[in-house]
């Protein structure tokens, strides 16, 4: 078994307090993605469970034992990085199995592993050629086996796919969670992008300015924002939010019946509606399967996703529907309100 926990995590640097008091259980076997923009700590928390960074306060334990003082090479790990960084002199079973060798791992043992490793990620025919030769999917492929023949249990991904083009970090994506689950591993895995986070992981972790925003399943982020950021950072386009006066959605009449400072609702959880609330078509955006309305209300702007089909120009009035399930009450603060 191989769990991670963070007990009260800090990390400063200077008067630059990147982390403060990270909580987190990260169960074996499951896929973890730290989601976040940019500067939020993410790779700060990734590299103090390495131990590729010192934490400045707190433990980091591993599968129960304490391994806050342990360097890398004893905390059974491995990592990805997001510049994968193959030897370019050395071939692709070379590169594999470099970290095996360093180890002294016996030769007859490492190729056996390299061999493992290569059949998992379709990488047999490829083993002699160099990395100049092989497609950036193929270097990510060899990157990830380089962690895999290490046979540690808990492998942590600092933005692995990022340099990959769309297409190929989609079907990467599947490889990964597919290899994970086949393997039984505990993967850390680091991103900003919301939608790797939602269909990769069982449980994504937001951070936002050093703090944990907001941990549970895809779904749980989804459908129950616990703060505003929570709200806009997952889903796209993000959650509407609507300032309210006295219930009322500000600048107009419609009463929302709700006490709360802010309104979130969900541009898909939106229909159109000639009885519904009176809205302004400000301007519209083709997307294919979807057609996004950029709406008003009182003083208000809203997104509307309707469906491609959907005739629908600027100027236009509208009205505008949703069920009360659907209606996300937030305080001043922007803590979600129930
Ligand atoms: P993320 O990976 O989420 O983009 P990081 O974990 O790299 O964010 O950084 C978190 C914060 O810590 C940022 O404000 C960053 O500038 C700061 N930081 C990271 N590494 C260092 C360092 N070596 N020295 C000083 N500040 C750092
Ligand atoms: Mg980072």
């Known amino acids: 078994m191989s769990s991670i926990v963070l007990k009260s995590i800090r990390k400063s640097w200077g008067d630059v307090d990147a982390l403060h008091a990270i909580d987190l259980r990260i169960d074996s076997g499951t896929f973890c993605v730290l989601l976040g923009p940019s500067g939020?700590?993410?790779?700060?928390?990734?590299?103090?469970?390495?131990?590729?960074?010192?934490?400045?306060?707190?433990?980091?334990?591993?599968?129960?034992?304490?391994?806050?003082?342990?360097?890398?090479?004893?905390?059974?790990?491995?990592?990805?990085?997001?510049n994968y960084a193959l030897f370019p002199h050395l071939s692709v079973a070379e590169n594999i199995g470099f970290g095996l060798s360093v180890r002294k791992v016996p030769a007859a043992e490492a190729r056996a592993?390299?061999?493992?490793?290569?059949?998992?990620?379709?990488?047999?025919?490829?083993?002699?050629?160099k990395p100049s030769q092989l497609s950036g999917g193929q270097q990510q492929r060899v990157a990830l086996g380089?962690?895999?023949?290490?046979?540690?249990?808990?492998?942590?991904?600092?933005?692995?796919?990022?340099?990959?083009?769309?297409q190929l970090r989609q079907e990467m994506r599947r490889e990964l969670r597919e290899l994970q689950r086949a393997l039984g591993l505990t993967v850390v895995y680091v991103t900003h992008d919301q939608a790797e986070a939602m269909s990769m992981a069982d449980q994504v972790?937001?951070?936002?300015?050093?703090?944990?925003?907001?941990?549970?399943?895809?779904q749980a982020l989804y459908l129950r924002p616990a703060t505003t950021f929570a709200a806009r950072f997952v889903g796209t386009p993000p959650m509407n939010l609507l300032r309210l006066d006295e219930g009322r959605i500000a600048g107009s009449n419609y009463d929302t019946g709700l006490a709360a400072a802010t309104l979130g609702i969900r541009p898909e959880?939106?229909?159109?509606?000639?009885?519904?609330?009176?809205?302004?078509?400000?301007?519209?955006?083709?997307?294919?399967?979807?057609?996004?309305?950029?709406?008003r209300i009182g003083s208000e702007s809203l997104l509307v996703r309707t469906d491609g089909r959907q005739p629908a120009e600027a100027g236009q009035q509208l009205g505008l529907r949703w069920s009360p399930?659907?209606?996300?009450?937030?305080?001043a603060q922007g803590a979600r309100i129930d």
Do not use: W
């Not at 334990?61 to 905390?75: E, H, K, N, Q």
């Not at 972790?205 to 895809?218: D, M, S």
């Not at 959880?269 to 399967?289: C, F, M, N, R």
């Open 40 to 82: 939020c700590g993410k790779s700060t928390t990734l590299r103090i469970i390495a131990g590729l960074e010192g934490a400045s306060g707190g433990q980091v334990l591993i599968d129960g034992a304490d391994v806050t003082d342990r360097p890398p090479s004893a905390r059974g790990i491995s990592m990805v990085f997001q």
């Open 113 to 129: 592993r390299v061999q493992e490793a290569a059949a998992l990620l379709g990488l047999q025919a490829l083993l002699e050629r």
């Open 146 to 166: 380089r962690a895999l023949v290490a046979r540690a249990k808990v492998c942590l991904m600092d933005e692995p796919l990022s340099n990959l083009d769309a």
């Open 205 to 218: 972790v937001l951070l936002n300015r050093g703090r944990i925003e907001q941990a549970g399943t895809a």
């Open 269 to 295: 959880s939106i229909v159109l509606d000639p009885s519904g609330i009176p809205a302004l078509v400000d301007s519209t955006e083709y997307l294919g399967a979807d057609r996004v309305l950029h709406c």
């Open 325 to 331: 399930q659907d209606a996300h009450g937030f305080d």
